[in-house]
């Protein structure tokens, strides 16, 4: 087989793509260790391991692995999140492929590990705002931030970085956030979208934003069957991250319609 011939899906080239050279990097839930593949034919990472936490993926890592002759380069590792990990073999991580929640508490479980990283990539499938908000209060600040569009489907993209060797009373706020920081609301709706994102708007983002809108707007009505005090609070959230949403949808309408008019006229 030839070495070079592995062909990502949009997502994962998009994901192999933020992994710098010369990273000392690991994929959690690899599945079938197709980026760590990829890089060790392509880039200059300096070390790959490649980590699941199911003997199934990690079978099937470690055929592809040998198929491509990579057996020396990717080492493969069974157990859950980075606890396959020692503290300071790794500088760049990713999670991609499973939910929001997931990630968050692989992250959260490995203290030691995250302490010495300085680059996270991440692509959860759903609740992208505990992401966010673990990146946030643990000292990682945004840097790219993307949605793409794939058979039909949205996915989101996080790159986070933290200086490291800094105390954590010295770390500094994401200056990300700080036109979103004035209301506990506001800042709700910044995790669940991305302030990056927010900021420049692609047009992904915008179609990803509506699909998020019909179902809250489901949702809404859902939660309206139910007349619990709990059910009463959260609709009045829902309620409020929609209108806060439909503002911002009005006001990216608008900047988009006047750049149209200026360059047409
Ligand atoms: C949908 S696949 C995604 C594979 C690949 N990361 C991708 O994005 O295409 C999710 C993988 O994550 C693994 N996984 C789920 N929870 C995990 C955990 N806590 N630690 C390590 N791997 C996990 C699953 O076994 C599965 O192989």
Same mark, same amino acid.
């Given at each position: 087989m030839d070495l070079l011939s592995i062909q990502l899906s949009k997502r994962l080239k998009t994901l192999a793509d933020y992994v710098p050279d010369g990273a000392r990097f690991v994929d959690v839930g690899t599945d079938h260790a197709y980026i760590p593949i990829y890089l060790a034919t392509t880039s200059n990472v300096k070390s790959l391991i490649a980590t699941d936490v199911a003997k199934g993926p990690i079978e099937s890592a470690k055929q592809n692995v040998q198929q491509y002759q990579l057996a020396d380069r990717i080492s493969i590792r069974l157990g859950n999140?980075? !606890? +396959?990990? !020692? $503290? %300071?073999?790794?500088? *760049?991580?990713?999670?991609? #492929?499973? %939910? #929001?929640? *997931?990630?968050?508490?692989?992250?959260?479980?490995?203290?030691?590990?995250? /302490?010495?990283?300085?680059?996270?990539?991440?692509? $959860?499938?759903?609740?992208?705002?505990?992401?966010?908000?673990?990146? /946030?209060?643990? %000292?990682?600040? &945004?840097?790219?931030?993307?949605?793409?569009?794939?058979? %039909?489907?949205?996915? =989101? !993209?996080?790159?986070?970085?933290?200086? &490291?060797?800094?105390?954590?009373?010295?770390?500094? +706020?994401?200056?990300?956030?700080?036109?979103?920081?004035?209301?506990?609301?506001?800042?709700?709706?910044?995790? =669940?979208? #991305? +302030?990056?994102?927010?900021?420049?708007? *692609?047009?992904?983002?915008?179609?990803?934003m509506k699909q998020t809108r019909d179902k809250w707007i489901n949702l809404r009505e859902n939660i309206a069957k139910s007349d619990s005090s709990r059910a009463v609070m959260r609709q009045e959230t829902v309620k409020t991250q929609i209108q806060i949403m439909d503002d911002w949808l009005k006001n990216v309408e608008e900047r988009?319609? /006047?750049?149209?008019?200026?360059? *047409?006229?």
């Open positions: 999140g980075l !606890m +396959p990990v !020692m $503290p %300071g073999e790794v500088d *760049t991580v990713l999670i991609a #492929g499973m %939910g #929001g929640h *997931t990630a968050v508490e692989i992250l959260a479980s490995s203290k030691k590990v995250v /302490d010495s990283v300085h680059k996270l990539i991440l692509q $959860p499938m759903n609740a992208s705002h505990l992401v966010r908000r673990y990146l /946030d209060t643990n %000292g990682f600040h &945004l840097q790219t931030e993307t949605v793409i569009e794939e058979d %039909g489907r949205f996915y =989101e !993209m996080i790159v986070a970085g933290r200086i &490291l060797d800094i105390d954590q009373e010295q770390l500094q +706020p994401d200056i990300a956030y700080e036109k979103f920081r004035f209301s506990q609301n506001i800042l709700q709706f910044a995790y =669940e979208f #991305g +302030p990056l994102l927010l900021n420049n708007p *692609t047009s992904s983002f915008v179609s990803m988009l319609a /006047d750049d149209e008019w200026n360059r *047409t006229r």
